[in-house]
């Protein structure tokens, strides 16, 4: 199969192609961290203690309140300041990780650039407080009467929260998380900035080369709308097995 | 009788042109017109306080006049101008920056190149010696310059990082993300000026390519041309191109910038 397409030769097609599967891999690992983080980050944040809640509510502050693109210039350049010189150069210098037995290779991929961890961790701190409060409000969704009526039972309050307010919590946020999915692979074009080589720096450069502006941006476009309508897909599946199994108007 | 009218009309028209001699009408009107920029330094800027335009530019159209004997009168231009003023009639030479391209050599004629800008690089004290060792270093450049694509394409190996802008790729060597950055070599020694630290830094006397400058000539003045080749040939044998050169670009210069062309030097591109 030719790669040409929209009359761009294969080459540069390939280029955004590789750019796609960059997009794909930071925003893909960028969300399971911050997903992970999200959950820390906002029982933190409903903990009555304040040695946990007030740093939560900073962080929240912080990164909620600052622009995505200030943030990567941070990770990238305080970030390479913070670092030790010799750290910074294994960072800056390729590495092949090679996995395998007795002289046999089983896998060798490179390690990622430093641009793409500095745009994993600007990208990761940023989303994982958006989705800590998705997390919250899913929480705060749940009817107070859920919670008395599990107590009225004679469950501890630790298992009516895990047995009874989470699941439902659960999905109340499920639709919200999705949207911060797909705002991570949009928000993932920002680390071009740092030269992060995804699917929008993939398209300068072609553009760049071919001066075919409309034809690099368009396949571009293309792309993050199938990538985001991937995610959306997902979404409305699970939504309809929902329904199919507790019936219509169940919470998503 | 139509016929011999155009015979007649022809034979004006080639007449007219063996005739007309640039070089005969600037000695016999007393004055060489030159454009040169006027906002453009070191090559052609006004300068504060004598309010004349000067710059390396000026220098050679200085030269020039002089061999003449005749009066220099500066004429401000700016890029889209310079081929207009030439094709027009309105000035005699163009001194402005204005690098030979084969595109532009179709509509005036060139001299032979009396400066050279090249694609070089920028890094850390003695990190970087020679063109080889680009294969095997980060290096970041401006996104959507041709710097940008010859790099690509001469050093697949190197490791290019694109940066918006030249004082952004500068922060990025600075806090060590890249071992290099590559830009024209004149604006890399006009970015190094403005650094406090800048005795930590260098620019390797190397060029990966090169935009040559010429004097733009109008088209088909043989003899014009003839004269400004000469004369940059005998600049340059009598010393005097390295003296304009040092003027501006010389080591005690605020841009110090090594001369690795000199005129007559074979074109490497």
Known sequence: ?252 | MKLGALVLLAAVFVGGAAHADRLDDIKKAGVLRVAAFDSNPPFGYVDEKSRQIVGLDVDYAKAFADKLGVKLELRPTNPANRIPLLTSGNVDLVLANFTITEERAKQVDFSVPYFSSGQQFLAKKGVLKSPDQLNSLRIGADKGTTNEIVLRRDFPGATIISYDDTPFAFTALRNGNVQAITQDGPKLVGLLANVPDKENYEIPEFTISNDYIGVGIPKGEKRLVEFVNETLTELETAGKAQAIYDAWFGPDTKTPLPRLFKIGDKQTN
């Open chain 1, 1 to 252: 199969m030719s790669l040409a397409a929209f009359g761009l030769a294969p080459i540069y097609v390939e280029w955004l192609l590789w750019g796609f599967a960059v997009t794909l891999l930071l925003s893909a690992s960028a969300c399971v961290a911050a997903t992970l983080g999200g959950v820390l980050l906002c029982a933190a944040r409903i903990s009555p203690l304040a040695v946990l809640h007030v740093p939560a509510r900073i962080y929240l502050g912080v990164f909620r309140n600052t622009p995505l693109l200030v943030q990567i210039f941070f990770w990238y350049f305080a970030g390479s300041a913070i670092f030790p010189t010799p750290l910074l150069d294994w960072f800056n210098n390729p590495h092949t990780v090679v996995l395998g037995f007795g002289g046999q290779t089983w896998l060798s991929f490179r390690l990622p650039s430093f641009e793409f961890w500095a745009g994993f961790t600007a990208l990761t701190f940023y989303t994982t407080a958006f989705i800590a409060e998705e997390f919250r409000a899913g929480l705060r969704a749940v009817p107070a009467g859920q919670r008395e009526g599990g107590l009225s039972l004679g469950l501890s309050p630790a298992l009516v929260f895990f047995l009874v307010v989470v699941p439902q919590a659960a999905r109340h946020a499920f639709a919200p998380l999705l949207g911060q999915y797909m705002n991570a692979v949009k928000n993932s074009s920002l680390t071009m900035a740092i030269g992060v080589a995804e699917l929008s720096y993939a398209s300068r450069q072609v553009e760049t080369e071919t001066f075919q502006t409309f034809e690099a941006f368009g396949i571009a476009t293309v792309l993050y709308i199938l990538a985001v309508a991937v995610i959306e897909g997902t979404g409305e599946l699970v939504q309809r097995r929902r329904e199919k199994k507790y019936g219509r108007g169940a919470l998503s």
